[in-house]
Every structure is written in C-alpha cells, then in structure tokens.
C-alpha cells in the first residue's frame, strides 16, 4: 500500500494532568509538563488558596537561577469536572484524605501517580480507589519552595515509576520524557521504596537526635551499621531481599557524598514543620510487629524520635 493510502492517526487529544497539591513537587512537575506543551489543571486546597494563587497570576519554576512564570489553571477539589491522570503531590500524611475528596472525580480508566516518600500512603489511596489505577513513584529530584507558588529545582535526579500489579508501562511516559522530567519505568517498585525507606531510616531520625547535617553521622558509624543490620533483617523478612544487598555500604556512602546536606527529616523539624515519620520509622516498626519481627533498635530509635518531637510540641504521628 503506497504511503498516501495509509490511514491517517487519529488526532486525539492529550489528557489533562491534573496535579493535586501545589508545593515543591507539585510546583515542579506542573511547571515542566506545561513547558512541554502539555494540558495541567492545579487542584488546590481550597476557594482561599484559588483566590491568593489568582492573585499570583501563575507559578514561578526557578532553575539555574532563571526564575520563568507560568499561567497554569486550577481549581479547587470540589470542582465538577472528570479526572483521568492525576499526580498526587500531597505529603504522605495529606494524601489519603485529598484524594477523598476528589474520588467522585475519577473516570472509570483513571491513572495515579503517587509520589509521596516512605510506604503506607499509597497502599491508603489505592484501597480508597480500587476502580483506579495507581502508579508508585521513588524520586531523587530535590526541590524547595522560596515563596508562595514559587519552586526552586535544587537538584537534577531521577524518578522511577512502576504498578504492584505488573501491567505494562503507560504509553504517556513519553510525556514525561519530552517534558525533561528524566525517569524508568520499574518492574519493582516496591524493592526501591522499601530500599529509599530502609536509608532514610538509617540516617534521618539520627540526624534530628543528633542535630547534624548527614555528615555528623561518621562520628557514629556504629549506631548507624546497627540500624543497618536490624533494617536489612526486616526486609528481607518482608519478602525484600534485594531491596537489603549491601545496605549498610550504601548507607555510609549517601552519607559520604551528602556530608554537607541536612536530611529532609531534619530541616522539617528545623522549621517546625510535620515530619513523615509514620511513613518511614513508623510503617518499619509496624511491618516489623504486625510479622511478629523483633527490631529493637528501630523500635527504640523510634521511640527517642517520638519524644522529640513531643517535647518541640511538633506532632509525632
Ligand atoms: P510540600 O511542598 O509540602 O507540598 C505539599 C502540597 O500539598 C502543599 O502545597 C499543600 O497545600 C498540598 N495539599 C495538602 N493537602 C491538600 C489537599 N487536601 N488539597 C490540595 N492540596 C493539598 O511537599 P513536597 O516537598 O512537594 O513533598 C510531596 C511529597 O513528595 C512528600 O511525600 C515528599 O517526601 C516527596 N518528595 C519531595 C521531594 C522534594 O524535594 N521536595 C523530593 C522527593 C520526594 P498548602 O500549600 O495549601 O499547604
């Protein structure tokens, strides 16, 4: 068949993301997927934080110093309007009860993409939503906000998404590559959240009790190789065995090459903002208990967390 009887592709149009929670992670994606040409719709908290980011005109990606506006629209979660591809961009402690809300939302083929840290929260959104199908993602990408819907891109990094069901990539991770955002596809998603979980950890909780950037941690290499060794013990008995190879290496090496960083758990309690914990030490413990599992020493370490936060009046769940 001659090339000009082929017949022509379908001209579909390209679904909305709809990205719901407008902070550091959510700024980030909208920003560069709106860059890329493609259709985003901010769902934000509420008509008082639709009216202050109207009154903003649009949200600011900041990289290399080059700070660019962008118009994007929103909404707010009670809008009437189907959703088919979301990016839940809430802390993990958020995200249950924002995709509550918008759950009467969701087409009957909707798409997750769940990028909250730690473990417990997905497993929630997707039990919440069983019609839909959810996406976990493991991202190293940093960023921070320097002001109200202002995003400053702090460091290039990678997102990794994958289904605990197996199925196939979606094709729109083309998406994402023209939109700059550098990502895999992976077959085993769950082995790289409980390995990212298993390294926080090792090393953040130790960072707040100590108070010390990630580095201050070699002046106690022995308490972190026993953490070590208990975290590898658990996953391997939650069915993780390649999420615990060398565990202990990698740890003192994150800790090498980001000596001069202050963990995310640390700058949280800096700022007297909620920490992830549940999501972290608190979902480790749990797997640990529920499997009948001794872990003392993260039993212990999560207990010295607990009463830090308590005693800084910051919540501790
Ligand atoms: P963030 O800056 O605190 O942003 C969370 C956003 O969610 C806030 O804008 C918040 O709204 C919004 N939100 C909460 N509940 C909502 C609701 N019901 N409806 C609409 N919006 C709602 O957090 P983040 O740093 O982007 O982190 C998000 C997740 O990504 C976390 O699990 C984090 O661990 C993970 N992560 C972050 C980074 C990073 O570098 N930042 C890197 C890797 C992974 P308000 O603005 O109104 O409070």
Same mark, same amino acid.
């Not at 591809?85 to 997750?112: F, H, M, P, S, W």
């Given at each position: 068949?001659?090339?000009?009887?082929?017949?022509?592709? =379908?001209?579909?149009?390209?679904?909305?993301? =709809?990205?719901?929670?407008?902070?550091?992670?959510?700024?980030?994606?909208?920003?560069?997927?709106?860059?890329?040409?493609?259709? !985003?719709?901010?769902?934000?908290?509420?008509?008082?934080?639709?009216?202050?980011?109207?009154?903003?005109?649009?949200?600011?990606?900041?990289?290399?110093?080059?700070?660019?506006?962008?118009?994007?629209?929103?909404?707010?979660?009670?809008?009437?309007?189907?959703?088919?591809?979301?990016?839940?961009?809430?802390?993990?402690?958020?995200?249950?009860?924002?995709?509550?809300?918008?759950?009467?939302?969701?087409?009957?083929?909707?798409?997750?993409?769940?990028?909250?840290?730690?473990?417990?929260?997905?497993?929630?959104?997707?039990?919440?939503?069983?019609?839909?199908?959810?996406?976990?993602?493991?991202?190293?990408?940093?960023?921070?906000?320097?002001?109200?819907?202002?995003?400053?891109?702090?460091?290039?990094? =990678?997102?990794?998404?994958?289904?605990?069901?197996?199925?196939?990539?979606?094709?729109?991770?083309?998406?994402?590559?023209?939109?700059?955002?550098?990502?895999?596809?992976?077959?085993?998603?769950?082995?790289?959240?409980?390995?990212?979980?298993?390294?926080?950890?090792?090393?953040?909780?130790?960072?707040?009790?100590?108070?010390?950037?990630?580095?201050?941690?070699?002046?106690?290499?022995?308490?972190?190789?026993?953490?070590?060794?208990?975290?590898?013990?658990?996953?391997? =008995?939650?069915?993780?065995?390649?999420?615990? !190879?060398?565990?202990?290496?990698?740890?003192?090496?994150?800790? /090498?090459?980001?000596?001069?960083?202050?963990?995310?758990?640390?700058?949280?309690?800096?700022?007297?903002?909620?920490?992830?914990?549940?999501?972290?030490?608190?979902?480790?413990?749990?797997?640990?208990?529920?499997? /009948?599992?001794? !872990?003392?020493?993260?039993?212990?370490?999560?207990?010295?967390?607990?009463?830090?936060?308590?005693?800084?009046?910051?919540?501790?769940?």
């Amino acid at each position: 068949m001659p090339d000009s009887a082929l017949p022509l592709p =379908h001209s579909t149009t390209p679904v909305t993301w =709809h990205i719901l929670g407008a902070g550091s992670m959510g700024m980030l994606w909208a920003t560069r997927l709106t860059r890329a040409g493609l259709p !985003v719709k901010l769902i934000l908290r509420n008509a008082e934080r639709l009216q202050a980011y109207e009154a903003a005109q649009g949200l600011t990606l900041i990289e290399d110093e080059d700070a660019q506006q962008w118009a994007i629209r929103a909404q707010i979660p009670e809008t009437d309007e189907p959703i088919q591809r979301l990016l839940v961009a809430c802390k993990a402690y958020d995200a249950e009860q924002a995709v509550a809300q918008i759950a009467g939302r969701l087409t009957v083929n909707a798409e997750l993409i769940l990028l909250q840290n730690g473990l417990g929260s997905q497993q929630a959104v997707a039990a919440l939503v069983p019609q839909a199908r959810c996406l976990f993602a493991s991202s190293t990408e940093g960023a921070f906000r320097d002001g109200d819907w202002r995003v400053v891109f702090a460091g290039r990094g =990678h997102t990794w998404l994958g289904d605990t069901g197996q199925a196939p990539a979606p094709a729109w991770l083309e998406e994402l590559q023209r939109s700059g955002i550098a990502h895999e596809w992976s077959p085993n998603i769950l082995s790289r959240l409980w390995r990212k979980l298993a390294l926080n950890c090792a090393i953040n909780p130790l960072t707040v009790l100590h108070d010390c950037r990630n580095g201050g941690l070699q002046a106690h290499t022995a308490e972190v190789q026993t953490l070590c060794t208990e975290l590898a013990s658990l996953l391997e =008995h939650c069915g993780q065995p390649e999420a615990a !190879v060398d565990l202990g290496l990698e740890v003192l090496r994150v800790i /090498q090459a980001t000596a001069n960083n202050y963990s995310s758990m640390h700058q949280d309690v800096a700022q007297r903002r909620r920490t992830e914990i549940s999501y972290l030490l608190g979902y480790a413990c749990e797997a640990a208990q529920r499997r /009948q599992f001794e !872990v003392p020493h993260l039993q212990q370490l999560h207990q010295r967390l607990t009463r830090h936060l308590q005693q800084r009046g910051l919540p501790c769940h």
